[in-house]
């Protein structure tokens, strides 16, 4: 997986609680992507960074907020889950040729 | 119309057959064109990687770009059951600054033993 962490790689929460996923990458690459994957949806864009403390929003921001401190995490915080948001969450890093992107294995989150 | 579609399947074939694995997109200015698989539980690999018409080989994966109909194939000669994954094509809209790509929705393939 390129030398990309996610944690943790299941959870269950439930509805109104805030929650944490982390993303930790070797690579030292300067952009990360956050993406929720869902049936009939297919993966769709959180937000993503183009380098530390730099931050943008993707398609489906609303209700997750993103953080950058290192180069090699990326932090995405739900603030107050809610059900629609039960879904996987993948992390991914740019590649080494322009506009590739390489994937962690992903987070499975059920919001109760 | 969505930038990019793609028919989600599922297919299904035999061991041994020829898959063709199509998208189309709406907006000419495109000019990288990528082909990604996903094993079931696992996040999406980079399998492809296409500048502009014409096609690339990368041992059985063939990349395929008509840029005049707006149309991108990946064909699998040989096709194997490890072959089996969902496939996703992607595109980015500004090409060469590593900021968002456009995701078909994934074609579900099925290669039988």
């Known amino acids: 997986d390129a030398g990309i962490t996610q944690s943790p790689r299941h959870k269950v929460t439930e509805t109104g609680t805030p929650v944490t996923l982390r993303c930790h990458q070797t690579?030292?690459?300067?952009?990360m992507y956050w993406y929720r994957q869902d049936p009939g949806h297919g993966l769709r864009l959180i937000h993503y960074s183009y380098g530390v403390k730099d931050t943008d929003k993707g398609e489906v921001s609303d209700g997750y907020s993103v953080s950058r401190s290192k180069t090699e995490d990326f932090l995405l915080t739900l603030e107050s889950a809610t059900s629609s948001q039960t879904s996987v969450y993948f992390c991914?890093?740019?590649?080494?040729?322009?506009?590739?992107?390489?994937f962690g294995p992903g987070t499975r989150l059920t919001v109760l | 119309q969505k930038e990019v579609e793609q028919d989600p399947g599922p297919l299904s074939v035999p061991e041994g057959a020829i898959v063709s694995l199509n998208c189309t997109y709406s907006n000419s200015a495109f000019q990288y064109f990528m082909w990604y698989r996903q094993y079931s539980r696992k996040g999406p690999e980079l399998l492809m990687y296409t500048y502009s018409s014409g096609n690339k080989e990368d041992g059985r994966f063939t990349a395929q770009v008509d840029k005049s109909s707006k149309y991108i194939s990946l064909f699998i000669r040989d096709s194997q059951p490890s072959d089996s994954a969902t496939y996703l094509c992607?595109?980015?809209?500004?090409?060469?600054?590593?900021?968002?790509?456009?995701w078909g929705l994934g074609t579900s393939l099925a290669v039988n033993p």
């Open positions: 991914a890093i740019s590649g080494l040729a322009p506009d590739t992107q390489y």
């Open positions: 690579e030292n690459h300067r952009y």
């Open positions: 992607a595109i980015p809209p500004n090409a060469g600054n590593n900021r968002k790509l456009i």
